[in-house]
């Protein structure tokens, strides 16, 4: 009879073309040659190698589904299958690429007039930029329509606008050398390019948030804006909220993926763990309730990756063919992933005993990590309004 294999439970990889089978056998490679070695003492000194970027910039990993300024331009389940393959390692590695695919070269790409493109585009693409995305602020993140930064024009420098306001847990915002930054001009967001190095002394700050509970092995602080100085010229060319969420869709659909390869690597290590670790001269492997916790847990994930995959393939499709991804679509899985991920690794870590509570076993920085993801880009409650929205008609936030 047909074999079963439990990697790949319903032949999800037969669904791939040639091409993305390759992108993924290189970003695999990658991750688990150059990034794996080292996420435990990054993790445990909470430090983010910028090189990283640079790395992924060589092998097109960044940006990739970008036509054109050196990116690769493949298919947008291509660039869910490299999120998977870095999130197998790290949550916080997906973050980090995440946000400069995702977050700042797509709305310079899809916003951006073509000089904001020339200029950026490439470098970002090579990670020789690195970018943040400001949207939450202290005092509104589930609710950024709401947000207090403002942009006036500049009260001296003709030509310019000046930012003040707040923004928090921004992954990268320490290292960054374009900060996107979405704030209210007469009442109405709009997104700005702040380059670090063209402003004044006391303008800018970007502490970083030390002591994190989770998502260690990325970088994350804050924005801190005094009437920064801010050419009009870099302001992007979208108003409102559908600006930011725009981008959203694209790096929320990216967690969807992501979040199955944190989940994938803590199923294989709780089944390698099963066999070898004997408790009443039997293998933990042999006992049914240890067996139900990996059958759970692979389920779902292929389960994930059948609907992310969906969604890319819809992503992809040409408008006039047909049915095309929405937001809800978006919500929906990157809600179910994130939570069916969360649940499974928490699940998978008891059959570790004690010793999950050694970083050696890695399955507790993913479950550390995944509570993160559950909560970033939309916590999975709002995403469970957005979809009771579309469901009813009548919307449930306020
Ligand atoms: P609402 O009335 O729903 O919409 C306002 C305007 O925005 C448009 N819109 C969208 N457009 C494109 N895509 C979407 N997904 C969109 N969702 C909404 C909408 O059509 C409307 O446009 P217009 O032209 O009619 O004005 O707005 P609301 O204020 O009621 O928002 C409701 C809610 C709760 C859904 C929204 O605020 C929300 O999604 N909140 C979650 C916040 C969030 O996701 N924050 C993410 C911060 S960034 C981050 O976490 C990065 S982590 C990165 C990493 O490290 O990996
Ligand atoms: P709150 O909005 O205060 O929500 C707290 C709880 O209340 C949640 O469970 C929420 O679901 C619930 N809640 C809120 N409103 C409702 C409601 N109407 N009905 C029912 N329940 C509700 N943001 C960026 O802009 N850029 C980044 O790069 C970025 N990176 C991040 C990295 C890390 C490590 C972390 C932890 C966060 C990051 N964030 C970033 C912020 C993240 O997007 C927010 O934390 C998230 O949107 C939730 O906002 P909040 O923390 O203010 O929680």
Known sequence: RPQFNWEDPLGSQGLLTEEELGIQDTARSYCQE??????????????????ILREMGELGLLGA????????????????????????????????????????????????????????????????????????????????????????????????????????????????????????????????????????????????????????????????????????????????????????NSARYGIAWGVMGALEDSLSRARTYALERKQFNQPLAKFQLIQKKLADAMTDAAYGILAAHQVGRLKDADADAGQQATPEMISLIKRQNCDRALFHARTLQ???????????????????????TQTYEGQSDIHALILGRAITGVQAFA
């Open 65 to 248: 589904t970008i036509k054109g300024y050196g990116c690769a331009g493949v298919s947008s389940v291509a660039s869910g299958l490299i999120t998977r393959e870095v999130e197998r390692v790290d949550s916080g590695y997906r973050s980090g690429m995440s946000v400069q695919s995702s977050l700042v070269m797509g709305p310079i790409e899809q916003f951006g007039s073509p000089d904001q493109k020339d200029r950026w585009l490439e470098k970002l693409g090579q990670g020789k930029l690195v970018g943040c995305f400001g949207l939450t602020e202290p005092n509104h993140g589930s609710d950024p329509g709401s947000m207090e930064t403002t942009a006036k024009p500049h009260p001296t420098k003709k030509g310019y606008y000046s930012l003040s306001g707040a923004k928090t847990w921004i992954t990268n915002s320490p290292i960054a050398d374009l900060l996107l930054v979405w704030a209210k001009l007469d009442g109405v967001i709009k997104g700005f390019v702040v380059e670090r190095d063209a402003c004044p002394p006391g303008t800018l700050e970007t502490p970083a948030l030390k002591n994190k509970t989770g998502l260690r092995a990325s970088i994350t602080g804050m924005i801190q804006l005094d009437n920064c100085p801010v050419p009009e010229q870099n302001m992007l060319n979208v108003s409102g909220l559908k600006g930011p969420f725009t981008c959203l």
């Open 34 to 51: 150059q990034l794996l070695p080292r996420v435990l003492d990054a993790y445990r000194t909470e430090t983010y190698d910028r090189e």
């Open 350 to 372: 008891e059959i570790f005993g004690g010793n999950a509570a050694s970083d050696e076993y890695h399955i507790g920085r993913h479950v550390a990590n995944l509570y993160v």
